[in-house]
T-cell receptor
Framework: AQSVTQPDIHITVSEGASLELRCNYS??????LFWYVQSPGQGLQLLLK??????LVQGIKGFEAEFKRSQSSFNLRKPSVHWSDAAEYFC???????????FGTGTLLAVQP | GAGVSQSPSNKVTEKGKDVELRCDPI?????LYWYRQSLGQGLEFLIY????????KSGLPSDRFSAERTGGSVSTLTIQRTQQEDSAVYLC????????????????FGPGTRLTVL
């Protein structure tokens, strides 16, 4: 079955520290991959996406993600975290033959001053 | 421009009552999606509309759930005889186009409707 796994439920980092959020997928073929962020009381905002080509993709707010086919991973990174980055982050995938997104369970990021 | 809007933002209802949740997609977007976000299940796909095609209802959890999209724009998600396990945030999303050849197909999400069933 198609699935997306985010192994970390909750992560706390210090402001200014680097961040990596993990995402693994299980699909028959390489899906389209997305990272969304959800701030409290807000809808989901797309940070970045991967369809094909360059495996390192840049997104908004200084985020980037790297697609690694050999590891079935699409980890999200940011070199220096800001307090405003505290939110819940969702990795999602969509197969080529369907339009529905399959989401991971999310990673809640807390940022310490 | 205006994003996806949903109403109401919050809905409290009693077990057994019917509820209707509304979604206004971004103007011109042909594809519309409903998702449910709950503590126990995370974010789940419910239903997908694309133009005049038959909707993909494969995510609807029971026959108490139904949705329609009138005129290719506004959508209403109806839950009949609500149960406590229906309590969740219901998210609507739209995208410029759908279908197998959609290619780039970002989904834009609304703020959600928080449903509480007492």
């Amino acid at each position: 079955a198609q699935s997306v796994t985010q192994p970390d439920i909750h992560i706390t980092v210090s402001e200014g520290a680097s961040l990596e959020l993990r995402c693994n997928y299980s699909y028959g073929a390489t899906p389209y991959l997305f990272w969304y962020v959800q701030s409290p009381g807000q809808g989901l905002q797309l940070l970045l996406k991967y369809f094909s080509g360059d495996t390192l993709v840049q997104g908004i707010k200084g985020f980037e993600a790297e697609f690694k086919r050999s590891q079935s991973s699409f980890n999200l990174r940011k070199p220096s975290v800001h307090w405003s980055d505290a939110a819940e982050y969702f990795c999602a995938a969509r197969g080529g033959a369907t339009n529905k997104l399959i989401f991971g369970t999310g990673t809640l990021l807390a940022v310490q001053p | 421009g205006a994003g996806v809007s949903q109403s109401p933002s919050n809905k409290v209802t009693e077990k057994g009552k019917d509820v209707e949740l509304r979604c206004d997609p971004i103007s011109g977007h042909t594809a519309l999606y409903w998702y449910r976000q709950s503590l126990g299940q995370g974010l789940e796909f419910l239903i997908y509309f694309q133009g005049n095609s038959a909707p993909d209802k494969s995510g609807l959890p029971s026959d108490r759930f139904s949705a329609e999209r009138t005129g290719g724009s506004v959508s209403t998600l109806t839950i009949q005889r609500t149960q406590q396990e229906d309590s969740a945030v219901y998210l609507c999303a739209s995208s410029p186009r759908g279908g197998l050849l959609a290619g780039y197909n970002e989904q834009f999400f609304g703020p959600g409707t928080r449903l509480t069933v007492l």
